[in-house]
């Protein structure tokens, strides 16, 4: 029925079932569409916050997917800047995934401020000082690169394409793609880094505040280094997800071969430099505070020194270690082991650097706080999940997202759809069918 | 720019909190409440949800009987200037403004109307001494009636924190500008909690002023950051560098270590233990 959408050359599932799954997805998108109206409805007394906990599950969830979502904004520095050829193949699944997660993003801040209406404040009252406003600015500026970056993608749909006027604007929005991947690798850097700078810069806070250079404390350059590094590990990640899914082979294992391989140096040099991090804050820093290392990660029920060593040993050099050695990101199961750890280490990395900050206590007669989120919570953090999922799915049946799909999955093209094919097409120098959007 | 031009000696409102005449008693919570229009809800059993401007702890040094000894220590907002003037904890943290550090009184404003609550300020705030408005304030039938004029009560979705009772501050300015005084007297600017007392162990006025009590009490010295002279006196906190201008005196040293974190080699001292 929808067949006059679909990219020629591949195959896709019936409408049925494809309906059937979206319909699936949405059940759930709709459940935390409903918990996202309690909370703008009735208030954030909706969640199990509180005064100890005013960063919680939400904030976490924010700093995650936009750490998962730097997949777009590397894999763009290394295709276009670097000029890593072998990429083209995954950069425009790399552009979709970071596209649904700085969405997700926008809409987890939206849901997560006390005055919702008042959420353009941020922009208006703007204080250059903090670096949540940095946040914000970067953040919607990257946001809007990623939406550039995507619609040359939506544009490549047969049957948009067949209007010149969207045809042309494609074809030169593909020309200037690389100024726009240089903008987002900039402002890429700065939001990433400022998210890490939102929990460096707590001085009244010993368990997150680090020193560093300028205005920045070095959690901002350990964000933005962990976001380099695990962000294409995501991207691989879902990729491979969706093969599964789909039962197919969309990316060829060159391109996946190389962004793991430098995902993997990328994951050791930040391993290194967050070893010496930690080093210099637990045996100078803290210290200095008054506070031993252990004084983190003891008396109380979850955060032991196992946090400290799964995301450091276990989820930065195992991963590394696997992923830098030809044989290890040749082998399917290590690979999958490999980046499943790296995207674990992130997530884990960010959990710590919100959750874990408000439940140390800094004065001596304070206690350990621990916190558990509400149904709405979870349901709204679920939500972006099941947004994501939706749009993977709209864009890979309708859109050519993987340029290799035809090549790595031949299909017998029928005799009908070839002479329609001579028929329709406009006279134009093309070389468009599944042709990546950076191309 | 204003304040640059007029060359004029600014103030630094503080208050010095004796600890061994606090009995725990709890006037001054409850005046704090009464005088700031702070919102309570029918069950207030859950504290990390209550609204406190003013909260007393209380500490013990943990030791058995009989020797075990007990603190009830006020925690009102700290007002921190932090290193450099205004980079406090909160206020540099603040993605709009919406809470602001005064060069000309020392206090750390919360403007209601601007905070979107981001929550930031909280996340920033070692003394907890900031809230949030989970709930629309819902007052009692009739209590309407008896809240503050001159102090706005504040929505479901905005940070609020203890203000020095600015209003207080502001009443007093104007009525010293009506008698044409240029300064008040230390006695014109009083916190509600420090009217409240009934054992007087709350002292506040300006600290840049050497003859206002507060100055005697604590010594601040301006060449470390504030820090108390008097070896009776400490801040909470003092190692972080938020420089708070609420003053601690006690006699007894587990308290005064109590108000900062140690190393164990720095010198055995036991921590105390929180009782809520």
Redesign the interface.
Known sequence: MDSALIPKGVKRCPLWQFLLFIGAAGIVLLWGVYAMFLCWFK???QTN???????ALWIWADLAVIAVGGGAFFTGLLRYIFGKDALKNIINYAVLIGFICYSSALLILAI?????L??W??F????V?????EV?FCLSCYFGVLTIEYIPLILENRQIDKVPFFHHLGHNMHEVMAVFAATGAFLSFFHQGSLGG?AG??????FAFREGIFIWPWTFFLFTWSAAACGPCFTILVTKITEKVVGKKLVKDYAIELLAKISGWMLLTYTIAKFIDTWYWATVLA??????LM?FYTNNPLYGIWILITEIAICGLVPAAILMTPKGRKNPVALWIAISLAVAGVCLNRWVMVLQ??AVP??????W?LYFPSWQEVATTILPVAYGVILIAISYRYLPVFPNEAELNPIEPLPAEEAEEKSVEPPVDLELELKPAEA | MKEGRTHKKFQKFGMVIDLDKCTGCGSCMVACMAENNVPFRKDESNKLLSITWMRVYKLTNGMPFPKIDVCYLPRPCMQCEGQHEGHSPCVSVCPAIATDYSMESGIVSQIYTRCFGCRYCMASCPYHARYFNWWDPIWPDGMEKYLSPNVSPRMRGVVEKCSFCFHRYQLAKDRAFMEGRPELQEDEYQTACTQACPAGAITFGDLNNPKHTVSKMAEPDPKHSGRPKNPNAFRLLERLGTNPKVYYLSSREWVRRAGDNYLKNEKKVKKPVHHG
Not at chain 1, 49 to 55: A, E, L, T, V, W
Not at chain 1, 112 to 116: C, F, T
Request: glycine residues 12%; proline residues 6%; negative net charge.
């Open positions: 208030g954030l007394n916050m509180n005064d100890y906990y005013g960063f997560d401020i006390g005055q919702p008042r959420g404040f941020i208006w009252h703007a204080n000082h903090s670096m949540l406003t914000a939102v810069v707590l001085f009244g806070r010993p210290p200095s505070q008054g506070f031993t004084d900050i408000m800094v004065m001596t007669f304070d206690n706080v």
